[in-house]
């Protein structure tokens, strides 16, 4: 075969690559989320306020990815199961015997995801302040002030083997305690709530920080909205606080 020959052959092998690969491309950029009774919020700031202890790259891929597929997931549930939207999540969550067997796994991952990373937005922001007021006393009076209490909490983000969170939990008469959990799941599947959390998923702070996790959980502190966490314990001893 002569030399132009052999290059007339690979262009057209290379003509039938790409078009073989066109539709696929196509396709994958034309994937719209399903609609649904399940929305995800928009971030309250930025995606890049948070730096740099977040950068900006994180915080699109977390929210408008990772919390997306559980919104996406949930809207593809209440399709043939409408009831898991009739509830407040909480009421879901803490009742998942209730839920169809057939889909109580993925909404326990899908619904406690949705809620944790709900309430990990909202507990987030730039210039956060400092605790203070009636949070600010319990933290003291239960987890042994704030410095023990970053210490503890920390070392507790620290020890969840794979992927999880840590929290802070609150009880009806107002009581904090630091509890762990396992993927995705809730205080609110064990009748808790969680006053604040961190998701120690590798893809909440990978890009940044790859194996350190440990930093990642100190630097995490720097982007706490404490006023927010204030008229959560507020709402919590209500009886108010959602997720």
């Given at each position: 075969?002569?030399?132009?020959?052999?290059?007339r052959?690979?262009?057209?092998a290379?003509?039938?690559v790409a078009?073989a690969?066109?539709?696929?491309l196509v396709f994958a950029q034309?994937?719209?989320a399903p609609?649904?009774?399940?929305?995800?919020?928009p971030?309250?700031?930025?995606?890049n306020a948070l730096?740099?202890?977040?950068?900006?790259?994180?915080?699109?891929i977390?929210h408008d990815?990772?919390?997306?597929?559980?919104?996406?997931?949930?809207?593809n549930?209440a399709?043939?199961?409408?009831?898991?939207?009739?509830?407040?999540v909480?009421e879901v969550l803490?009742?998942l015997?209730?839920?169809?067997?057939?889909?109580?796994?993925g909404?326990r991952?899908?619904m406690?995801?949705h809620?944790n990373?709900t309430?990990?937005?909202?507990?987030?922001?730039?210039?956060?302040?400092?605790?203070e007021?009636a949070?600010?006393a319990?933290?003291?009076s239960?987890l042994?002030?704030m410095?023990k209490?970053q210490t503890?909490?920390n070392a507790a983000?620290?020890?969840?083997?794979?992927?999880?969170?840590?929290?802070v939990t609150?009880?009806k008469?107002?009581?904090?305690?630091?509890?762990t959990?396992?993927?995705?799941?809730?205080p609110?599947?064990?009748?808790?709530?969680?006053?604040?959390g961190?998701?120690?998923?590798e893809?909440a702070?990978?890009?940044n920080y790859?194996n350190?996790?440990?930093?990642y959980?100190?630097?995490w502190w720097n982007?706490?909205?404490?006023?927010?966490v204030g008229?959560?314990?507020a709402?919590?001893k209500?009886g108010?606080?959602?997720?």
């Open positions: 075969m002569s030399s132009i020959s052999r290059r052959l690979m262009f057209a290379t003509g039938l078009a690969a066109a539709p696929r034309a994937a719209v609609a649904g009774p399940f929305k995800l919020d971030l309250a700031y930025p995606a730096e740099p202890h977040i950068d900006a790259k994180t915080m699109e977390h990815r990772h919390h997306q597929a559980f919104i996406t997931n949930l809207n549930f399709k043939d199961n409408p009831q898991i939207a009739e509830k407040p909480g803490g009742n015997n209730a839920v169809p067997e057939a889909i109580r796994t909404v991952n899908s406690g995801g809620a990373h309430m990990f937005w909202q507990i987030m922001g730039p210039n956060g302040g400092k605790p007021g949070v600010l319990a933290i003291d239960d042994g002030g410095e209490f503890d909490f983000g620290g020890r969840v083997f794979g992927s999880g969170w840590v929290f609150v009880s008469d107002g009581k904090l305690a630091i509890e959990r396992p993927n995705q799941d809730n609110m599947m064990d009748g808790k709530r969680a006053l604040l961190n998701d120690v998923w893809h702070y990978y890009l790859q350190r996790r440990a930093d959980l100190k630097a982007t706490v909205n404490w006023k927010v008229e959560r314990y709402a919590a209500a108010t606080l959602g997720v």
